[in-house]
Structure formats: structure tokens, C-alpha cells
């Protein structure tokens, strides 16, 4: 029936979103993991910034920015 497949469609949407929240939070560990064992690498900075921007953790987002700048100050990618 359609009510059964629209169930089944929200249910896959909202399955879809953990998935890409978990693969957010996963990335955002495994940069700072990297970072840990390189911190002087700009572009890293940057990504890990935009991770942190996409999940509304702008605090964060903004000081991965900042770093990056102030590592690489003609990096254009930290400055969003």
C-alpha cells in the first residue's frame, strides 16, 4: 500500500542521515587523529573546519579556520 512505502522511505531518509552524521563524526576523529601526528598541515586544518561547519559545530569550524590561516595565510579554502 502507499502508506507501507512511504514508511519504508522515511524510514530509509532517516537511516540515510545517521549514516552521514556517522560518517561526519568518523572523519572528524580521524582528522584530529592526523593532525595529531601533523599539525602543520594547512589543508587539513581547513577540511577538518569544513567537517566541523557542516555538523553547526562553528565554534570549532572557526578555530580549524583560524589555524589553517595562520599556518598557510594565502590558503583559500579555511576562508569561508
Not at 584530529?32 to 562553528?58: P, W
Amino acid at each position: 500500500s502507499m502508506v507501507s512505502r512511504t514508511s519504508i522511505v522515511n524510514s530509509v531518509v532517516i537511516d540515510l542521515i545517521f549514516l552521514s552524521y556517522l560518517i561526519s563524526f568518523f572523519g572528524i576523529f580521524l582528522g584530529r587523529k592526523a593532525l595529531s601526528l601533523t599539525s602543520d598541515f594547512a589543508e587539513a586544518h581547513g577540511n577538518l573546519g569544513i567537517t566541523l561547519e557542516k555538523l553547526g559545530r562553528l565554534d570549532e569550524a572557526e578555530a580549524s579556520f583560524r589555524h589553517a590561516i595562520s599556518l598557510k595565510p594565502d590558503y583559500a579554502g579555511a576562508y569561508n
